[in-house]
């Protein structure tokens, strides 16, 4: 029994309630058939008694018996079911024999001259009579047919080179006479040695891998133990300097507090000696007034000279001050030019500049109004790329119309502000930034002093900047996205590959005087090889 007529019999002996084979198959009134156990079970955890499948009613709950005769078909079913089990049929992969019925076993081996596969007990008369020893026994195959000539009918034995083809030994002698043919068993030993030259080559090239995924794996290790030292150093030389400053620091806090209770001190000496000179001329001021008021003409004149004649005994207080010099300026200057020195090395690694000026990042959006006709801009303006043919667009004096040229929609005349592109892709592009009187309709030369500070990829692996003469510039990498920072002010503009996070080129020393605009330009097709889109990316703080 086939094991689909099995599983299809299978179905018809399945009780509904545990899905399994019948165990003491029952029949209710209705004609449906169920394990004893189960449908009793099922009306003891209901109230009503109902058949399971059609849900027909009993009154009352039915007095059930086996079903013999249904019992004894699922018990001959179980026993040819188990039998089919034991049966082990040819496993997959493995030729059965062509002679074998009922259960096939797997062939031993295949016989070119009868077209058949035998098991080890068919194969015997291959191994005794004498008419089978002449056959040409192999491994067990398939398809035997596939080795039979279709026009001759003959065993295809031998091997035409010059056709790269197999062939029986009539085609040698028809078709292929002046060919270059051999058996295929010598062509076989030959493509086998070819096969073995090319295997051992392959193995060394798997050897130089393995030995380049270890050098390389070594050069993490060597790096990560690098980078953990100079981690180390930096935290200690920091940790240092901030003690030393933090020690400075309590150090000049200390001079100071000491120097301002100097100055209280001192203050609070001359207050008391300026309270007892206030003292001693509030007392004359009494006596000079009362003088003044006396009608005794004999004590005015005799206290007279006493009062007015004889100075006060008070101090010359007009260049005494208490103002402390703490002689701090220095020491701030100082600080400050280590601040100072300090954020210029910092600077000088690309990833340190790359990371602080990824705060100045500014939403970019492409101006449709100044798109070349050939340029398609997504919706959104953040992506273009070059169209098949030119639009058919409303003329407007700020497009360009000679070079595939975008600018970004708005202008800026002040300040810093970094965008990144995303240049994935493409063999050829440009981008930088553009003053806002840049001819839009006439030739434009790439260079600073007309206001354009861009650079541009041409070919394979050149990149240029549009200096006068253009610079050629060295990469280790081929950019994916690249980063824009621009100080208006300083006159500076920074181009960075942002996934290696490292410095590509900057112009510097630049004069700005009006509006600077983004500029993107992705250049011509390179025979379908430029197809990309140039992309806008948000910029990622966290890189």
Known sequence: MSSSSILQSEEQFLCSICLDVFTEPVTTSCGHNFCIACVTMYWDSKDLCQCPLCKETFYRQPELRVNTTLRAVVENFKKMRDRSKDESPPK???VPCDVCTGTKLSAMKSCLVCLASYCETHLEPHQIAPAFKRHKLIDPVENLEDRICKKHDRLLEMFCRTDQTCVCQFCTEAKHKTHDTVPIEEECGERKAQLGKTEAEVQQIIQERLKKVKDIKLSVDLSK??????????????TALVRSIEKSQAELIEVIEEKQKAVERQAEGFIKELEQEINELKRRSTDLKQLSHTEDHLQL??????????????????????????????????????EETLNKEMEKLPEVKLKRIQQYAVDVTLDPDTAHPELILSEDGKQLRRGDTAQNLPPNPKRFNKYLIVLGKNGFSSGRLYYEVIVKGMTRWTLGVARESTDRKGIITLRPEDGLCVVYRRDVNVYK???????????????????????????????????????????????????????????????????????????????
């Open 92 to 94: 997959p992969g493995k």
């Open 225 to 238: 133990i690098d980078a953990e030292r100079e981690i180390a150093d930096s935290v200690h030389v920091f």
């Open 301 to 338: 004149l005799q206290n007279y000279p006493l009062l007015v004649c004889t100075p006060p005994h008070t101090k010359d207080w007009s260049e005494i001050n208490v103002h402390s010099d703490l002689c701090v300026g220095t020491v701030r200057k100082a600080v400050s030019q280590l």
């Open 465 to 543: 900047a549009s200096n006068s003469p253009p610079i050629l510039l060295s990469l280790r990498e081929k950019p994916q996205k690249v980063g824009v920072f621009v100080d208006y002010e300083e006159g500076l503009v920074s181009f960075y590959d942002v996934e290696a996070r490292s410095h590509i080129y900057s112009f510097t020393g630049c004069t700005f005087t009006e509006k600077l605009f983004p500029y993107f330009s992705p250049s011509d097709n390179d025979d379908g090889q430029n197809s990309a889109p140039l992309i806008i990316s948000p910029v990622n703080h966290t890189c």
